[in-house]
């Protein structure tokens, strides 16, 4: 069955430093990946997402990549802030739904 | 502003009653979701609709329902809560463009089950 995974170990990195969040899917071939941004007690919310055409994408201090053949999306965080500590997520198209990875959880000490 | 919103934001529930959950959203979106989720499982989803009528099931659909009368709600409806549906149940919204779904997110309902 399709799956998506990221990794559930918490991402712990100094202010000013880059944080890079794996995802990485099996058993399909999703037409593009998003990512979100999850804060305790609240809803995700919406960053970026990348097409499977696109190698990289960016917003501001946000990049994502997609690589097909390593079935793998990388996310980063450059000069990272205290501010972008959250659970981030990421989600995969499936026949009009989105699959959600379990999430990794990102701490940026000051 | 548009928005979506999810009642009641917290509930306690016996064993056994139905419960409802509601979910309501201004955005006009033709999609609607329902996700539980749960430590260790991320999102999961429920029960997920394209439009008004349209109801259809998800991964974990087992012991919850749905029905989409308009376009702003879709209210989900445990039949005989379980402790096994103790979680986070998230409502989200979308709107299908160029084959791309961004989907907005209410807040969340924490649902406990005794």
């Known amino acids: 069955s399709q799956k998506i995974e990221q990794n559930s170990e918490a991402l712990n990195i100094q202010e000013g430093k880059t944080a890079t969040l794996t995802c990485n899917y099996t058993?399909?071939?999703?037409?593009?990946l998003q990512w979100y941004r999850q804060d305790p007690g609240r809803g995700p919310v919406f960053l970026l997402l990348?097409?499977?055409?696109?190698k990289e994408k960016r917003k501001e201090r946000l990049k994502v990549t997609f690589d097909t053949t390593l079935k793998q999306s990388l996310f980063h965080i450059t000069a990272s802030q205290p501010a972008d500590s959250a659970t981030y997520l990421c989600?995969?198209?499936?026949?009009?739904?989105?699959?959600f990875g379990s999430g990794t959880r990102l701490l940026v000490r000051p | 502003d548009a928005e979506i919103t999810q009642s009641p934001r917290h509930k306690i529930t016996e064993t056994g009653r139905q419960v409802t959950l509601a979910c309501h959203q201004t955005?006009?979106?033709?999609?609607m979701f329902w996700y539980r989720q749960d430590l260790g499982h991320g999102l999961r989803l429920i029960h997920y609709?394209?439009?008004?009528?349209?109801?259809n099931k998800g991964e974990v659909s087992d012991g919850y329902s749905v029905s989409r009368s308009n376009t702003e709600d879709l209210p989900l409806t445990l039949e005989s809560a379980a402790s096994s549906q103790t979680s986070v149940y998230f409502c989200a919204s979308s709107e299908m463009l160029a084959g791309v779904d961004e989907q907005y997110f209410g807040p969340g309902t924490r649902l406990t089950v005794t």
């Open positions: 989600a995969m198209d499936s026949s009009y739904k989105l699959i």
């Open positions: 609709s394209y439009g008004v009528h349209d109801t």
């Open positions: 990348i097409r499977e055409n696109e």
């Open positions: 955005w006009n979106h033709n999609n």
């Open positions: 058993n399909y071939s999703p037409a593009y």
